[in-house]
C-alpha cells in the first residue's frame, strides 16, 4: 500500500529544524522567562523590518492581532468595516467583537480575493475601516483600495494571517496598510509550536496602543491607563518563530517551485488553477484549484490516500450566526460558487517530486 500524502506535513519542516529549536528552547527554559523577553522583542522587530514596517507587537493569536488592532484604531458599535466573505472566520468575527458590523463584498473569481472595483458601493457613512484578507497566500490588489480608503478617509487593516513573505508591486504585504494582523498558527508558512499572532504597523501611536492592550492595558506595572486584556506572545513561540524565520524565504521559494510543478502538469485538465497577477509574489500558503466537480474530486484524491481540503464550503454571509447581517444566498455569487467549488491541493515546502507526480497522475486519473 502507498503512503498517503497529507495536505500538509509538519512533521517534515520539524526535522529539518529540530536541533536548532531544541536549543533555543533549552535557552529559554534555562531563562526561565516566558512572557515578553527578549526574544519576543527580537522576533518583533525582525519581522516589522522584514515586512518594511517600524513596529511588531506579539500577540496569543492572529485572531487577537485582528481584534486588538481594530480596537486600538477605535472602531466600535455603529462602525463597519468592509471585508470579504470568502475567508476565514476571524476576519469577520474580529469586527463583531469591536460592535462593529462586518460588511461583505464580492470576490474577483480569478484571484479569490476581495474585488476592488465592488468596494466603493459598500461604502456608508458608517464604514470606518477596509479589511482586505491576502487568501491563499495571493495578495489582494492594494493600490485601488488604498486610494478609495485616502479619498474616503477610511483605516485599511491587512489580515495577512496567510501571506507571509507575499508581495504586492515590491511591496510586501503586511507592511502597507495602516496596520495588518499575521498568524503564527502551526499550519502557516511562518509557524509556531501553537497559537500566536502579531500586529504590525508604522504608526508610534498605535503601536504604543496595542503593547496596552495586550497588556491589560498597564503603562508600567499595576497602571492601567485603559482596560485591556491577556494576550501576549509568549518566549517559547518566538523563540520556535526566530529559527523558522531564518529559513522562510527558502521555504516559500520551494513553495513556489511546487506550484509550478502543479502549474505545467495540470494545465490541460479541465481544472481553473491558481493566477498570479503581474507585480504579485505569491506565498503559496495553500494551492487552491476549482471544478465544479470539486466533491466527487475530494473522494476521489483521499480514496487514493492524497490529502485535501476545502476552504471555505460556506461563505461568512451565509453563516448562521450571521443571519441577523439580512444576508441571502444570491447576494454574492462569485463567493457562493467558490464556495463549492475550491479544492485545497497537498503543499509545503517539503513535498516530494515523487509525491508532486502523484498527485497529479492522481487528478489525471480523475478527469480521464
Given amino acids: 500500500m502507498k503512503k498517503s500524502i497529507p495536505l500538509i506535513d509538519l512533521k517534515l519542516q520539524h526535522r529539518a529544524v529540530q536541533s536548532e529549536t531544541r536549543r533555543a528552547l533549552q535557552g529559554v527554559f534555562s531563562s526561565q522567562r516566558f512572557v515578553l523577553g527578549g526574544h519576543v522583542e527580537d522576533l518583533e522587530k525582525r519581522i516589522a523590518k522584514k515586512l518594511g514596517s517600524r513596529h511588531g507587537i506579539g500577540l496569543a493569536s492572529g485572531t487577537d492581532a485582528l481584534y486588538l488592532t481594530l480596537l486600538a484604531l477605535g472602531i466600535g458599535p455603529g462602525d463597519e468595516v468592509i471585508t470579504t466573505p470568502f475567508t476565514f472566520f476571524a476576519s469577520a468575527s474580529s469586527i463583531s467583537r469591536t460592535g462593529a458590523r462586518p460588511v461583505f463584498s464580492d470576490i474577483d473569481p480569478e484571484t479569490f480575493n476581495i474585488d476592488p472595483e465592488?468596494?466603493?458601493?459598500?461604502?456608508?457613512?458608517?464604514?470606518?475601516?477596509?479589511?482586505?484578507?491576502?487568501?491563499?497566500?495571493?495578495?489582494?490588489?492594494?493600490?485601488?483600495?488604498?486610494?478609495?480608503?485616502?479619498?474616503?478617509?477610511?483605516?485599511?487593516?491587512?489580515?495577512?494571517a496567510q501571506s507571509f513573505g507575499a508581495e504586492y508591486q515590491g511591496r510586501k504585504i503586511g507592511g502597507i496598510g495602516d496596520a495588518s494582523a499575521l498568524s503564527f498558527y502551526p499550519t502557516k508558512n511562518l509557524g509556531g509550536a501553537g497559537d500566536g499572532g502579531m500586529a504590525v504597523t508604522s504608526s508610534a501611536a498605535l503601536a504604543a496602543k496595542l503593547r496596552r492592550l495586550r497588556d491589560h492595558g498597564q503603562t508600567k506595572k499595576y497602571f492601567h491607563k485603559e482596560i485591556g486584556f491577556n494576550s501576549r506572545l509568549d518566549e517559547i513561540?518566538?523563540?520556535?518563530?526566530?529559527?523558522?524565520?531564518?529559513?522562510?524565504?527558502?521555504?516559500?521559494?520551494?513553495?513556489?517551485?511546487?506550484?509550478?510543478?502543479?502549474?505545467?502538469?495540470?494545465?490541460?485538465?479541465?481544472?481553473?488553477?491558481?493566477?498570479?497577477?503581474?507585480?504579485?509574489?505569491?506565498?503559496?500558503?495553500?494551492?487552491?484549484?476549482?471544478?465544479?466537480?470539486?466533491?466527487?474530486?475530494?473522494?476521489?484524491?483521499?480514496s487514493r490516500g492524497i490529502g485535501c481540503g476545502v476552504y471555505y464550503p460556506l461563505p461568512l454571509h451565509l453563516q448562521p450566526c450571521y443571519r441577523d447581517l439580512g444576508y441571502k444566498r444570491g447576494d454574492l455569487p462569485e463567493s457562493e460558487r467558490a464556495s463549492k467549488e475550491v479544492l485545497s491541493l497537498p503543499m509545503y515546502a517539503e513535498l516530494s517530486k515523487s509525491a508532486l507526480e502523484r498527485v497529479a497522475q492522481s487528478l489525471r486519473e480523475f478527469f480521464r
Wanted: hydrophobic share 45%; proline share 6%.
Fill in 118 to 160: 465592488r468596494i466603493a458601493s459598500r461604502v456608508s457613512r458608517r464604514t470606518k475601516a477596509i479589511l482586505p484578507v491576502h487568501l491563499f497566500g495571493l495578495p489582494c490588489d492594494m493600490d485601488p483600495i488604498l486610494s478609495l480608503a485616502r479619498k474616503r478617509g477610511l483605516f485599511v487593516v491587512e489580515d495577512a
Fill in 237 to 302: 513561540q518566538a523563540a520556535v518563530l526566530q529559527i523558522k524565520l531564518k529559513h522562510i524565504d527558502t521555504w516559500n521559494g520551494r513553495r513556489a517551485g511546487n506550484a509550478a510543478f502543479y502549474g505545467k502538469a495540470l494545465r490541460d485538465l479541465p481544472l481553473k488553477l491558481p493566477v498570479v497577477p503581474a507585480g504579485s509574489l505569491h506565498t503559496f500558503h495553500l494551492y487552491s484549484v476549482r471544478t465544479p466537480r470539486r466533491d466527487a474530486l475530494a473522494r476521489f484524491l483521499r
